[in-house]
């Protein structure tokens, strides 16, 4: 697990956690520059690596990409339907996708793309005009994404 740490707001920004063994990937952290940034790495059991790289240099969606647990993806497109699915690893996974555009510096406006529960959780929602970006907050397992036209 890895959040920031700020005593004004205790445990009110989680940046990453997971119950995979083999986690390699990217999450989405906002910082306003007003203060050091501060991280706690909670890993018993295992190393992390932390690696720092501006929203610049994030991969490209194109028509579609895979991957597993977090990750940041840019999406340049035309509107289109986003469809995903999830092949959890775990009982219960939890599957989380946002949509982010910059408001301003540090910050991000995120629109709830899908938050769901299920064993094989299979969806099919509207993807707003790039660029923004695809956030893959939570997925305990090897997930899909594939950009589609608008019906």
């Given at each position: 697990m890895v959040d920031v740490v700020d005593d004004t707001k205790p445990g009110l920004d989680?940046?990453?956690h997971t119950r995979l063994e083999d986690f390699q990937g990217r999450a989405l952290m906002r910082h306003d520059d007003r203060s050091p940034l501060r991280l706690r790495v909670h890993a018993?059991?295992?190393a992390w690596k932390l690696t720092f790289r501006p929203?610049?240099?994030?991969?490209?969606?194109g028509l579609g990409a895979t991957?597993?647990?977090?990750?940041?993806?840019l999406h340049t497109g035309p509107a289109g339907e986003l469809s995903a699915q999830l092949h959890p690893e775990?009982?219960?996974a939890y599957?989380?996708?946002?949509?982010?555009?910059p408001r301003a510096r540090g910050v991000?406006?995120?629109h709830l793309l899908i938050s769901e529960s299920h064993r094989r959780p299979e969806y099919r929602v509207p993807l707003p005009e790039g660029p923004v970006l695809v956030r893959v907050g939570d997925a305990e397992g090897d997930w899909s994404l594939e950009v589609r036209p608008t019906p």
């Open positions: 989680l940046i990453a018993p059991d295992r929203v610049s240099v994030v991969e490209e969606l991957g597993r647990g977090r990750d940041v993806l775990v009982e219960l599957f989380l996708v946002e949509s982010c555009t991000w406006d995120a």
